[in-house]
C-alpha cells in the first residue's frame, strides 16, 4: 500500500470511529428524551441554522410539508420550540429553539465533546504535540472544502 492510500485508510479510519461515536451520543440522547430522529434533526437544524418554516424542514429532511408541520407541532406541544407568526404575513411561520430545546442539543453535543476529551487524555503530551500541527492543518484544509 503508497503512503498516500495509507494516510487516506487512516483518515477514513478516524473519520468512522469519529462518526461512529458521535451518532451513538445522539441516538442516546434522543432515546433518553423520547425524540424521534426527525425531531433530533430539526433541533439541531434550529440551532445551528436560522429559525425556520415548515418548507425549510420538508426540504432538510426530504419529507412532506404535513409531516413537517407534525414534528413542529409535537416539538412545540413538548416546550423544546415555539413559534412566531409574521404580523404582515400571517401564513409565514418562523420556528425557534427554547431553553429546553437548546438544553437537548447541548446535552449531545457535551456528551460527544467529553468522549474526545476522555480520547484525547489516552495520549501523551508529546503525541498530542505530534498530530495537533497535522489536525489543525486537516481542520483549515476541510473547512476550505466545505464552503465550495
Sequence with gaps: MSPTS???QSLHDI???????SFFEVKRT????GLSLSQFITLIRLHYGDPCGVSDISKTL???KSAASQIFNY????GYIYRIVDIIDRRKKMHYLT????AIVDKSVEATVLWLD???DTFTSEEVGAFGYALETLIRAAS???IE
Design 75 to 78: 416539538l412545540i406541544r413538548w
Design 99 to 102: 431553553a429546553a430545546g437548546q
Design 62 to 64: 426530504g419529507i412532506t
Design 15 to 21: 473519520a468512522g470511529i469519529l462518526t461512529r461515536r
Design 30 to 33: 434522543i432515546d433518553e428524551c
Design 144 to 146: 476550505r472544502k466545505e
Design 6 to 8: 495509507t494516510r487516506s
Design 118 to 120: 476522555n480520547f484525547i
